[in-house]
């Protein structure tokens, strides 16, 4: 059976990663409330309609991509149900065609593992060398739900939060597209 805790308002005890660590200083710092849960890892559809429905919200889907040549990168921020067409999100930003990042890029460039991207990776991205792509979909949602940079950790802010006060903290100016 899947684990999946009381919702929480306080960050945990203890944490996983540095990031993780980050992402709820940054919030407290920010004075950005949150809710959250602890799960066991989130493998399967059903595991995210659990942690939705605990946390009354829709998780987002966030895909870390990138060019061929490995020198362009994109954090892709779209409805958690909505298939992903990288001939769509190319045609939206104008750009070559675009395919998943290796996995150790993602661990070095987003501090996560597969599974668990974020927009909260901004926080390791001092260099603005990932660019932050938004779908516009999730602009219209009220509440934000993505992973803490865990794949056992996911949790829910408001939207404008994360656009209007966690992004600009970061120095990452969205693009909004829509695919």
Known sequence: MFYLSEVQTKAPCQFQTHLQ????????KLQIPFERVDTDEAITMEDSIAINKKLNMNMVKTLFLCNRQQTA?????TDGNKPF??????NALSVPRVSFAPAEQMDAMLGTKIGAAT?????LDSENKIRIVIDKDVLEEECYGCSDGTTTGYMKVKTDDIFRKFLPYTKHTAAVIEV
């Not at 660590?21 to 407290?28: G, N, S």
């Open 119 to 123: 927009v909260f990776s901004s926080l």
């Open 21 to 28: 660590k980050k992402v709820y200083e940054t919030l407290e």
């Open 73 to 77: 990168f994109y954090l892709f921020i």
């Open 85 to 90: 067409r990288s001939k769509n999100f190319s």
